[in-house]
Every structure is written in structure tokens, then in C-alpha cells.
Nanobody
């Protein structure tokens, strides 16, 4: 059973930086992709970024490209989202998620649809004040 625990959210000002962490426990994550989604009040949960655990390939939503960086530390079983140049529109609850992925299981296309992710963390609030 995969378990994901996020941390690192908080209240910051426009232009500030914040780093979110997602610590994972469970089976071999080399056959998973892990990512971040966010949900603002009254809106749907949107894709932010994802990384393939084994190869480290990264993918981003257009709205965060050039500002956010996703990474993972295999030794710590932890994924990070470095968020720079934050804007008020980045305000949301950020969720860590995992999905089985990899050529070993015949899945090589990146999944951007939150409904396809099997495992979720509890979420961490990020608030950016103007």
C-alpha cells in the first residue's frame, strides 16, 4: 500500500519561494510516477507537475513552467516541488499523488488526469498574498 505525506506549505508573499515535500512509503517506486496537483477553492483539482521515479523525467503545466521544479531523492523516498516567483493565483491546496508507471508495466505515456492517479496525500495549503 502506497502512503504519501506532504509538508512545506504556508503563507508567503508574491515573488517568494516555497518548497513542498512528499515522503512516500510502500512498494518499489521505480514503477511509479509521482506528481503534484492543486485545488483552489471552488475549482477542480489541476495538474501541476509529475516525475517518473526511475528515470527522473519531468513534466509541467504551462502555468508553472520556468517557476516550479520537481525533483526526487530516491534514497529518502521523497519528492520535492520547488516553487519560485509565486503568484496569488498559485494559492491552493497542493496534493501529492502516485500512479503505477513504466515500460515494465506497459505504461509509458504521462498521465495528466487526476482521476487516473491511485494514491494521494492529505494535501498542504499554499497561500500567496498580494
Amino acid at each position: 500500500q502506497v502512503q504519501l505525506v506532504e509538508s512545506g506549505g504556508g503563507l508567503v508573499q508574491t515573488g517568494d519561494s516555497l518548497r513542498l515535500s512528499c515522503t512516500a512509503s510502500g512498494p518499489n517506486f521505480d514503477v511509479y510516477a509521482v506528481g503534484w496537483f492543486r485545488q483552489a477553492p471552488g475549482k477542480e483539482r489541476d495538474f501541476v507537475s509529475t516525475i517518473t521515479w526511475s528515470g527522473g523525467s519531468t513534466y509541467y503545466a504551462d502555468s508553472v513552467k520556468g517557476r516550479f521544479t520537481i525533483s526526487r531523492d530516491k534514497a529518502k523516498n521523497t519528492m520535492y516541488l520547488q516553487m519560485n516567483s509565486l503568484k496569488p493565483e498559485d494559492t491552493a491546496v497542493y496534493f501529492c499523488a502516485a500512479i503505477p508507471w513504466g515500460p515494465q508495466i506497459g505504461k509509458v505515456e504521462v498521465e495528466y488526469n487526476q482521476a487516473e492517479y491511485d494514491y494521494w496525500g492529505q494535501g498542504t495549503q499554499v497561500t500567496v498574498s498580494s
